[in-house]
């Protein structure tokens, strides 16, 4: 009977790696989640794997979802989502290239206020799949009573989306990446 539960759990083992490695196309495969909690918003942050349809993979940064309540009462009339707005910046195709663009987004923080820098990104559509390739442009600034940070702005439809990255919180994606990666080694 011992020796049952023991295939019986490896075989399980086995399975779930194997799972690992082969997730559906426009399927993602989170790696870590931060909320960030402002005094005007809260805004949730995650890194991911996704595989697209033409079969390229990598590692992304969604900045979570911007809501407009300006453009909400402007859409009224034609009945446009464009109000709820998600990006996600590429960090690489690997691991280790997630920690790289992490630590380099970091460093970012650190020069002066006004420094600009544009990253790759993909828009998600309604089905939350990366569809168009566009660039998101991060500034960093330097809020009122609070540390610098980085402002990202991006455009989606006929609008154009902000959201404030800070370094506690690009420090907590990268400990909670490190952490998954620990418990299910990615490539």
């Known amino acids: ?3 049952f539960y023991t295939v019986l759990l490896f075989s399980f083992l086995a399975l779930v790696a194997y799972a690992q490695d082969n997730y559906p196309v426009g ?8 909320t960030q909690d402002n005094t005007n918003d809260s805004n949730t942050y995650s ?6 349809a033409d079969g ?5 940064l969604s900045l979570g979802r911007s809501f407009n309540i300006i453009s909400i009462v ?10 709820i ?9 690997t691991i280790d290239g997630v920690y790289e663009s992490l630590d380099k987004k970091l460093d970012v923080i650190k020069h002066d206020v006004c420094t600009t820098v544009n990253y790759p990104c993909k828009l998600v559509d309604g089905m939350g799949r990366l569809n168009g390739d566009s660039v998101a442009n991060a500034t960093v600034v330097k809020r009122f009573l609070q540390n610098k940070r980085l402002n990202i702005q991006f455009t989606s439809g ?16 990268r400990f909670s990446v490190n952490l998954s990666n620990k418990i299910v080694p990615q490539q």
């Open 158 to 173: 006929r609008h154009t989306a902000s959201v404030d990255l800070t370094p506690a919180t690009i420090k907590s994606l």
């Open 74 to 83: 402007s859409d009224i009339g034609s009945s446009s989502l464009d109000h």
């Open 27 to 34: 399927m993602r495969q989170e790696l870590a989640s931060v």
């Open 56 to 60: 390229t993979e990598g590692y992304f």
């Open 85 to 93: 707005d998600e990006t996600c910046i590429y960090l690489g195709d």
């Open 1 to 3: 009977m011992k020796r």
């Open 47 to 52: 890194v991911f794997r996704y595989r697209g």
